[in-house]
């Protein structure tokens, strides 16, 4: 046998969570396939999104491997080309690029194919990093319109404050203000508008990661949201001991045992995308029981604190996050958000679907 860590995809979990996309808005949906996925594989994933009607990624590669998959849904590079080769492979593949500097407006003048290009015009309403200024969205639009290379232009921007109080209402006058006079389509709500706010919905949404089964808000959890998990991180138990008051746990001895107690040691470290920065009290599942981490996670292992589990042993099962045990609440323990564990997962870590 080998070791115990695997990594469950569900994949009509991600089904299920495309169908609440389809239930809170009537716009075509661009499924946010970046990132391998958010780590829950290219392919796969996108066989089980395949009712959505586009997707978006950043790599070109990735873009072709798609179409040569076999998929005809309009593909997004939500980055745009990086150098003027990409060109004529975004013409053969029929994949669509977001436009956000004048330094691709460049490449594209040197570039004379007619009418190949769809093109998604950025435009930087408060975000502040990819996308033309308002003041630049006249001028790019005309010449974009003029140019021999553009098809269908649609217009975007990506909210900054759409999971937090502050919400959209700023981005989304600004933008509904400088695209008043153009008819064009429209894209505008990641996860969090989209669940929040409808008035972004337009023509297309780019949900991302609430089709993984993570909720996008601080307040709301994913399962209010009607999303199910779609990766189950899971291992096993692979060595028991009983510690003495005042034995310490693992590197820097970060844990230290006030009183006897029984403690597990469990085959996931931060080699396989568990954070280390997780802290002792990290929620963990063992034998389906809700328990805590203790003390440092390391490249390989991580501790569980037993005692309360006289049941569990070598061999006991333990899901790291997932169905029954949200990412979202292991994210927070390690100070960061659902997205960077769903990501982080290395390749080492055996993916069953
Ligand atoms: C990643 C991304 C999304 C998806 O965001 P979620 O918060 O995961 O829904 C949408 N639009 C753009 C431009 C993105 O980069």
Not at 30 to 46: D, P, Q, S, T
Not at 177 to 189: D, E, H, I, K, V
Not at 318 to 340: C, F, H, K, M, N
Request: charged letters at 20%; glycine letters at 8%; one cysteine or more.
């Amino acid at each position: 046998m080998s070791r115990p860590i695997q990594a469950r995809i569900d994949l009509s979990a991600l089904q299920n969570n495309l169908r609440v996309v389809r239930r809170t808005a009537s716009s075509r949906i661009m499924a946010v396939i970046k990132a391998n996925a958010y780590g829950h594989g290219l392919l796969r994933a996108a066989e089980a999104l395949n009712e959505a009607e586009g997707f978006a990624l950043l790599d070109v590669r990735d873009a072709v491997a798609l179409r040569e998959a076999g998929f005809r849904q309009t593909i997004l590079l939500l980055e745009g080309f990086f150098t003027a080769d990409e060109l004529p492979l975004l013409a053969e593949y029929e994949i669509s690029t977001v436009i956000h500097s004048t330094h691709q407006l460049a490449m594209l003048d040197a570039y004379p194919r007619r009418n190949t290009l769809q093109v998604w015009l950025k435009i930087n309403t408060g975000m502040n990093r990819l996308g033309f200024a308002p003041e630049q969205v006249p001028a790019v639009m005309e010449k974009l319109k003029a140019h021999k290379a553009v098809g269908e232009i649609t217009l975007m921007t990506h909210f900054s404050h759409a999971d937090e109080a502050e919400g959209v209402a700023e981005q989304l006058e600004r933008f509904k203000g400088l695209t008043a006079g153009y008819r064009a389509p429209r894209s505008l709500a990641n996860s969090a508008a989209l669940l929040r706010y409808p008035a972004t919905h337009s023509e297309w949404v780019r949900p991302g990661i609430m089709l993984y089964g993570a909720s996008p808000f601080a307040d709301t959890g994913a399962q209010q949201l009607g999303l199910r998990p779609v990766m189950t991180l899971t291992s096993e138990i692979i060595s028991v001991r009983e510690l003495k008051a005042g034995d310490r746990v693992g590197y820097a001895g970060l844990h230290r045992a006030d009183a006897a107690m029984r403690i597990g040691t469990v085959a996931c470290g931060y080699a396989d995308g568990y954070p280390r920065h997780a802290t002792t009290g990290t929620p963990i599942l063992v034998n389906g029981q809700l328990a805590r981490t203790l003390g440092r996670v390391s490249m390989d292992m991580l501790s569980v604190g037993l005692s309360r589990f006289p049941d569990a042993d070598v061999g006991s099962p333990v899901t790291l996050w997932g169905a029954g045990l949200p990412v979202e609440d292991v994210a927070r323990a390690a100070g960061t958000i659902s997205y960077e564990l769903l990501c982080a997962l290395t390749a080492r870590v055996p993916v069953v679907y």
